[in-house]
C-alpha cells in the first residue's frame, strides 16, 4: 500500500493533500461563487472555460522553466500559488477579481502536475510507470476525500460554510506545499546545441500523440455529463445509478491502476493499450446507448456493464498515456513537452462536454455509436502514430548532454 523509498512516500503525501484541496475546488467552485458572491451562473462558466484555455497556453513555458530550473522549484511555487489563490477567493467579490484568482488556481492545478512529471522519473528507482500509476491512485482517493467534504458545505448551504471550505482548501495545498520541500530536487539537463528552444512544439508525431491520446480523453466526461443526462432523459434507470457509476469508476482506478500499468512498459505495450481503451469506451457507449428503451433492470444491467467497461477502458488509457508522454519525450526537455501533452486532455475537457452533450444526448442512440466509433477510430490509430513517433526521436529529441554544472544544487531532500 507503500512506495518503498521515502522520496516517494513523501510525493504521495503531497498528492493526497493537493488532490484533496483539488477536489474540493472541483465540487464547490461553482457553488462557492453562485452562492456567496452572486454572481450568474452563465458568468462562472465563461470564467471557468477562460481559465481552462490560460493553463493550456501557459502549460509549455511553465515546462520548459521546470526544464531550465529543475522541477522542484516549479512543483512548490504551484502550490505556494495555489494556496495564495483559494485564499483570495474571501476577497473575490465582483466578476474581474474572480477571473484573477479562478485563472491563478487552474493555472497552479495544471503547472503541479507539468512539474510532477519530471519528479516521479527521477525518484521512480527505475520504475516510473508503477509510480505514476500509485500517484494516479492517490490522486482518485484525494479527490474523492475533497468530494465528500465538500458535499458538506454544499448541504449546509451557508456562507460561513463555504468561507470554512474555501480555509480548508487553503490548509491543504499549505500542508502540500510544506511536504514538497522534502521531496528530491532534480538537477537540470543542459538542452542541446541543435533542436531550438520549443521543439516540442515542432514535434509533429509527438503532437499527434497528444492529439490522439486528447480525444480518449474524451471519456472523462462521459460518466460525469453524458450519463447523467442520459439517465434522466432517455432510460428507465434509478437515479442513484448515477452516483454509483462514479464510485464505481473510482474505486476500479484506486484498486486497479498499479496492477494495470505495471506491463505498461514500452511505447508499442502503451499503444496496444491504448487501442484496448478504443475498444473498451465503443463498447460501453454502446451499452449505454441500449439501456434506454429497456425495462428498468435490464437498463441497470447495462448501465452497470458499461461503466465496468469503460473503467476498463479509463485504466488501459491512463498507462498507456503515461508511457508514451514520457518515453517520446527527450530529458532535456521533458516538462515542456508534458505541457504539450497535457493540451489535448485540455482540450478535451473544454470540448468534451459540449461534443457529448450535442451527439449523446441531442442525438441520441445514434449519437452515443458516432462517439463510440470516435473513441475506436482514435485508438485503431494508436499503434501507426506511435511507431511513428518512436521513429523520429533521433530527428526531433535529440539526446539531451550532460547535467548542468551547479555545486550549489544538492540531489537529497531539504
Known amino acids: 500500500m507503500l512506495p518503498e523509498s ?6 504521495a503525501l503531497v498528492t493526497l493533500a493537493s488532490s484533496t484541496g483539488k477536489g474540493i475546488f472541483l465540487t464547490s467552485g461553482v457553488l462557492y461563487f453562485i452562492r456567496v458572491v452572486e454572481l450568474p451562473a452563465l458568468d462562472i462558466g465563461i470564467i471557468f472555460s477562460i481559465a481552462g484555455f490560460v493553463s493550456l497556453a501557459l502549460g509549455v513555458p511553465f515546462g520548459h522553466v521546470a526544464d531550465r530550473r529543475g522541477p522542484r522549484a516549479v512543483f512548490v511555487a504551484s502550490l505556494l500559488v495555489s494556496a495564495v489563490a483559494t485564499a483570495a477567493f474571501l476577497l473575490a467579490h465582483v466578476y474581474w477579481s474572480v477571473l484573477l484568482v479562478v485563472v491563478l488556481a487552474t493555472t497552479a492545478q495544471a503547472t503541479l502536475l507539468v512539474a510532477r512529471g519530471p519528479i516521479i522519473n527521477d525518484i521512480a528507482d527505475g520504475r516510473p510507470q ?33 468561507h470554512r471550505l474555501v480555509l480548508l482548501n487553503c490548509g491543504c495545498f499549505l500542508v502540500a506545499m510544506l511536504l514538497a520541500f522534502r521531496v528530491p530536487r532534480t538537477k537540470p539537463v543542459v538542452a542541446p546545441e541543435r533542436g531550438g528552444r520549443w521543439i516540442a512544439l515542432r514535434d509533429r508525431p509527438y503532437l499527434a500523440v497528444s492529439l490522439i491520446d486528447g480525444v480518449l ?14 439517465v434522466v432523459g432517455a432510460t428507465t434507470a434509478p437515479r442513484w445509478v448515477i452516483s454509483a457509476a462514479v464510485v464505481l469508476n473510482t474505486a476500479m482506478i484506486i484498486v486497479l491502476q498499479v496492477t494495470f500499468s505495471r506491463r505498461v512498459d514500452t511505447p508499442r505495450r502503451a499503444a496496444l493499450a491504448l487501442r484496448r481503451s478504443g475498444w473498451a469506451f465503443c463498447a460501453a457507449c454502446a451499452a449505454i446507448a441500449w439501456a434506454a428503451g429497456s425495462p428498468p433492470w435490464a437498463a441497470v444491467a447495462l448501465l452497470g456493464a458499461a461503466v465496468v467497461i469503460h473503467g476498463l477502458g479509463e485504466l488501459w488509457q491512463a498507462a498507456g498515456g503515461f508511457e508514451v508522454s514520457n518515453v517520446l519525450a527527450p530529458q532535456h526537455a521533458i516538462g515542456q513537452y508534458l505541457g504539450v501533452f497535457g493540451i489535448g486532455m485540455g482540450l478535451a475537457e473544454s470540448f468534451g462536454p459540449a461534443l457529448l452533450t450535442w451527439l449523446c444526448v441531442g442525438w441520441g442512440k445514434p449519437g ?47
Not at 521515502?6 to 510525493?11: D, E, K, N, P, S
Not at 494516479?136 to 458545505?153: C, E, K, P, Q
Not at 480523453?217 to 442520459?230: H, M
Not at 523520429?392 to 531539504?414: H, I
Open 6 to 11: 521515502g522520496a516517494q512516500r513523501t510525493l
Open 130 to 162: 508503477e509510480l505514476r500509476a500509485y500517484i494516479r491512485s492517490v490522486t482518485n482517493v484525494g479527490i474523492a476525500v475533497g468530494a465528500m467534504t465538500a458535499g458538506w458545505a454544499a448541504q449546509a448551504d451557508t456562507v460561513q460554510s463555504y
Open 217 to 230: 480523453s474524451i471519456q472523462y466526461r462521459v460518466l460525469t455529463v453524458a450519463l447523467p443526462l442520459w
Open 368 to 414: 452515443w455509436h458516432v462517439m463510440g466509433v470516435l473513441f475506436l477510430a482514435a485508438g485503431l490509430t494508436a499503434p501507426a502514430v506511435v511507431r511513428w513517433a518512436e521513429s523520429t526521436r533521433t530527428r526531433y529529441a535529440p539526446e539531451a548532454g550532460p547535467p548542468a554544472p551547479n555545486p550549489a544544487l544538492r540531489t537529497e531532500a531539504v
